[in-house]
């Protein structure tokens, strides 16, 4: 049975720092790109970052950029999304993402969200 279970969200101060994990099973992990999106309230859920599978290759969004890392420990089946410099505007639902495309088919599993919420 896949699954993902995201952890270490919570509430941070503007300017604080998270560590979010990802905790996989179930799937060969190795051989997924791992991603993390996030859902604000009213919004649409959107891309924060990606590790690639290969050769662990970075992509962030515009938003990020700077103030994420993300990393994969592949022979903990997890991946970590650390985020510092908090804003107010991160404040959202963070999701876990793994996904791969294997002749064709495309194989994308999700976790079930880990709530952050940047306030005073």
């Known amino acids: 049975q896949v699954q993902l279970v995201e952890s270490g969200g919570g509430l941070v101060q503007p300017g604080g720092s998270l560590r979010l994990s990802c905790a996989a099973s179930?799937?060969?992990?190795?051989?997924?790109?791992m991603s993390w999106y996030r859902q604000a309230p009213g919004k649409e859920r959107e891309l924060v970052a990606t590790?690639?599978?290969?050769?662990?290759?970075?992509n962030y969004a515009d938003s990020m950029k700077g103030r994420a890392t993300i990393s994969r420990d592949n022979a903990k089946n997890t991946s970590y999304l650390q985020m510092n410099s908090l804003k107010p505007e991160d404040t959202a639902v963070y999701y876990c993402?793994?996904?791969?495309?294997?002749?064709?088919?495309?194989?994308?599993?999700w976790g079930q969200g880990t709530q952050v919420t940047v306030s005073s």
């Open positions: 179930g799937f060969t992990f190795s051989v997924y790109a």
């Open positions: 993402n793994a996904a791969r495309r294997r002749f064709g088919v495309k194989y994308n599993y």
């Open positions: 590790i690639t599978s290969t050769d662990g290759s970075t």
